[in-house]
């Protein structure tokens, strides 16, 4: 029986595009705070480069001892315009410098963190270091950002939300040689999670301890298999069939995230089961979806379809691992879906149907590239929308958009990688200046009252 498990194993890595997606180290820079900016970052490069020092060696052992894919090494750090406050600087862009050195010296893929949390309101920090977004990711390579402007228990910072729009457009203008590459590393969050370990929205949570290790598995061709022999099955068997391929899956993550805690001395985090595509053949959450009985992703009946993955997911995940967390569920980044792509050229799959899958999706609107005159009051409106789904309904939604300077709809932005490709998606031309001018807070609903 054990053989067996065991060749099933090595036919979904080999055949079915299943991969360990991340091993992520999260470091707490708590310690590292101090009123001189750059003492600060020397105690910052100091303490990543020291605990992460074998983080790359080690996820490249455990993959050849066991033949498990990983694809990236990541660190994630403590929100850094808590760390950054005490320094009284203008400009945090320093901080990402410092990152990004790190980084390198480590050789892993990239670093999250350079975030805020604005969601019931701003500190001084956090209006410096939003404001020294664009510059800090047009001069970096691998540090990531995030800013989480909503949840259910506050509201929505409708101030951050018009701000993050604005940021959106600088940076897209910072990087247009690279077709706004920067804005792929920019995620706006509401109810953002502090163990992520998926890149661009990761950061290290201060209720987390000094440091951790956390691994994101990812698996969509091996559960597109699986359908396949329960093809025109009812969908209870559906359920059961993905149930039991996530807990598969699990267990590959749990095996790894083990070894890789242990050999680097250092707690287990968490396992984040998120079935995030990439653009190779088979290995798409959308042909998933039409596996299902849709003619093409976006067709009517989708929601329900990736409500139903997403939730059975998340179930035979808990199954394997009593440390499931993270984000958990089903990604749906237009760019690095083959499937998705697909999708929106034959006209199937647009924002809206895209917004409408978000509400039962692990994230929200991922890496969709959209005209680069849309205005920054449209692009707030987008974040606002997301925003107001996470809070209504108590779950994680995020806003990457790329609006590409000089392109617009039926062009096409090449990002290479694992971020792919995508054509420019139609915006709804209407205006929403007016709705952002108003700034303020929309509240937080009843069902933030729950004491």
């Known amino acids: 029986m054990e053989s067996e498990k065991i060749l099933e194993t090595i036919h979904m890595?080999?055949?079915?595009?299943?991969?360990?997606?991340?091993?992520?180290?999260?470091?707490?820079?708590?310690?590292?705070?101090?009123?001189?900016?750059?003492?600060?970052?020397?105690?910052?490069?100091?303490?990543?480069?020291?605990?992460?020092k074998d983080l790359v060696k080690v996820g490249e052992q455990i993959q050849e001892?066991?033949?498990?894919?990983?694809?990236?090494?990541?660190?994630?750090?403590?929100?850094?315009?808590?760390?950054a406050a005490a320094s009284h600087d203008q400009d945090y862009v320093k901080y990402a410098l410092t990152l990004d050195k790190a980084a390198h010296t480590?050789?892993?893929?990239?670093?999250?963190?350079?975030?805020?949390?604005?969601?019931?309101?701003?500190?001084?920090?956090?209006?410096?270091?939003?404001?020294?977004?664009?510059?800090?990711?047009a001069q970096t390579d691998l540090v990531c950002a995030s800013v989480n402007v909503?949840?259910?228990?506050?509201?929505?910072?409708?101030d951050a939300v018009a701000e993050m729009g604005r940021v959106f457009k600088d940076l897209a203008e910072r990087t247009k040689d690279q077709d706004a590459l920067g804005c792929a590393k920019l995620v706006v969050f509401s109810n953002a999670v502090e163990d992520n370990p998926f890149m661009a929205g990761a950061f290290h949570g201060v209720t987390n301890g000094d440091s951790c290790i956390s691994v994101g598995v990812s698996g969509p061709g091996v559960v597109k298999v699986a359908l396949e022999q329960v093809?025109?099955?009812?969908?209870?068997?559906?359920?059961e069939t993905i149930k039991k391929t996530a807990f598969k899956i699990t267990r590959v993550g749990q095996l790894v995230a083990m070894e890789a805690s242990k050999r680097l001395n250092m707690p287990f985090g968490i396992i984040d089961l998120s079935l995030a595509p990439t653009p190779a053949v088979g290995d798409s959450v959308a042909s998933i979806l039409e596996e299902m009985g849709l003619e093409s992703c976006g067709a009517c009946g989708t929601t329900a379809a990736l409500a139903l993955l997403n939730d059975a997911v998340k179930k035979g995940g808990l199954m394997a691992s009593s440390r499931v967390g993270g984000l958990s569920g089903a990604f749906i980044p237009v760019s690095e879906d083959k499937g998705m792509l697909e999708a929106v050229g034959r006209g199937s799959l647009s924002l809206e149907k895209l917004e409408a899958m978000t509400c039962v999706c692990s994230v929200g609107l991922d890496m969709i590239a959209i005209p680069?005159?849309?205005?920054?009051?449209?692009?707030?409106?987008?974040?606002?929308?997301?925003?107001?789904?996470?809070m209504i309904n108590n779950k994680t939604t995020a806003v990457r958009v790329i609006p590409v300077p000089g392109k617009d709809v039926g062009d096409n932005?090449?990002?290479?990688?694992?971020?792919?490709?995508?054509?420019i998606i139609n915006v709804n031309k209407y205006k929403s200046d007016e709705f952002i001018a108003r700034g303020g807070r929309i509240p937080a609903p009843m069902r933030s009252l729950t004491n």
Do not use: W
């Not at 310690?31 to 490069?45: M, N, V």
């Not at 350079?114 to 410096?128: E, I, P």
């Not at 093809?231 to 068997?237: A, E, I």
């Not at 932005?413 to 054509?423: I, K, R, W, Y």
């Open 13 to 52: 890595i080999s055949d079915e595009n299943l991969d360990v997606r991340t091993i992520t180290m999260g470091i707490s820079l708590l310690d590292c705070i101090d009123s001189d900016s750059d003492k600060a970052c020397q105690k910052i490069y100091d303490k990543i480069t020291t605990k992460a």
């Open 65 to 83: 001892e066991y033949g498990i894919p990983i694809i990236n090494k990541r660190v994630t750090v403590t929100p850094i315009s808590l760390i």
């Open 106 to 137: 480590l050789g892993i893929d990239f670093i999250g963190g350079y975030s805020a949390l604005v969601q019931k309101g701003y500190q001084n920090g956090d209006k410096t270091l939003i404001k020294s977004i664009p510059e800090a990711l």
């Open 150 to 158: 909503g949840s259910t228990r506050s509201g929505i910072n409708m």
């Open 231 to 239: 093809k025109g099955q009812p969908f209870d068997v559906v359920a």
């Open 372 to 390: 680069g005159n849309t205005p920054a009051s449209t692009i707030s409106a987008i974040i606002a929308d997301e925003a107001a789904i996470g």
């Open 413 to 423: 932005v090449e990002f290479g990688g694992l971020l792919g490709h995508c054509p």
